[in-house]
Nanobody, 127 residues
């Protein structure tokens, strides 16, 4: 099991940037795919980005392609989400999540494929 703690959220103006971080603990991190999800008030949780265990494959929701970049550091046990050109509709609580199985290929954005979740970090984009 992987334990996850997100950080880096905050308030930013539209067009600005933020980098979210997710600190992971657990012996299986380096063999586990990771993802970022978000949930806005009154809406269902949605996928944002995912990366495979090796970092060799990524996938993104259409709404963030070209603006967000997911990356990982298997030495530091960290996952990152670089968010650029932020829009008010990006406002949400962002969650880091770990895949249920090890060594999955390619990267998955499927909610049900993730079994461990962080507590979330708030991102607010003002217009």
């Amino acid at each position: 099991q992987v334990q996850l703690v997100e950080s880096g959220g905050g308030l930013v103006q539209a067009g600005g940037s933020l980098r979210l971080s997710c600190a992971a603990s657990g012996r299986t991190f380096s063999s586990t795919g990771m993802g970022w999800f978000r949930q806005a008030p009154g809406k269902e949780r949605e996928s944002v980005a995912a990366v495979t265990w090796s970092g060799g494959s990524t996938d993104y929701a259409d709404s963030v392609k070209g603006r967000f970049t997911i990356s990982r550091d298997n030495v530091k046990n960290m996952v990152y989400l670089q968010m650029n050109s932020l829009k008010p509709e990006d406002t949400a609580v962002y969650y880091c999540a770990a895949d249920r199985i090890r060594f999955r290929e390619p990267a998955t954005l499927t909610f049900g494929d993730f079994g461990s979740w962080g507590q979330g970090t708030q991102v607010t984009v003002s217009s």
